[in-house]
């Protein structure tokens, strides 16, 4: 009998909330969004929270939170990698979509739950597993 060894466990890095919050403003910012659309996919924390985080004060955030930014990271990564054109890249999701019931992508996940944003991430990650 064949026995395998296990390959040991490497514990997650942990993520710097700051580093993450910047990057979820900097892509809200390419996709033109408004803070009303921020809040919403963030999870609407309070505003007061908002406005801080968006000012760079992190002191907590919540790992519903991170989970949430991380959604929208690989949202913006999968479409950077399946258009060419920046633009038709930020502009997508703006555009109807029948998968999503003719709503836009954006429509969907400020629906308000995390598995709104994993819907849309699971699309994208379909549609560019050709590539992948």
Same mark, same amino acid.
């Given at each position: /009998? ?24 900097? &892509? ?25 985080? =968006? ?7 919540? /790992?519903?939170?991170?989970?949430? &930014? ?7 990564? %999968? ?8 633009? /038709? ?18 429509? =969907? /996940?400020? %629906? ?21």
């Amino acid at each position: /009998m064949l026995q395998t060894r296990e390959r040991p466990q490497t514990p997650p890095r942990p993520v710097d909330p700051a580093a993450a919050l910047r990057g979820f403003f900097a &892509i809200m910012q390419t996709w033109g969004l408004s803070a009303d659309d921020a809040r919403a996919l963030l999870g609407a924390p309070a505003e007061r929270t908002f406005y801080a985080w =968006r000012a760079g004060n992190a002191v907590r955030v919540p /790992m519903d939170t991170l989970r949430r &930014i991380g959604y929208i990271a690989g949202i913006y990564k %999968a479409l950077e990698l399946l258009y060419s054109d920046p633009h /038709m890249a930020d502009d997508w999701i703006n555009r109807p979509n029948r998968t999503f019931g003719g709503q836009t992508p954006l429509q =969907r /996940m400020r %629906a308000g739950d995390v598995t709104d944003l994993a819907a849309v991430r699971g699309y994208l990650d379909a549609a560019r597993a050709p590539w992948s």
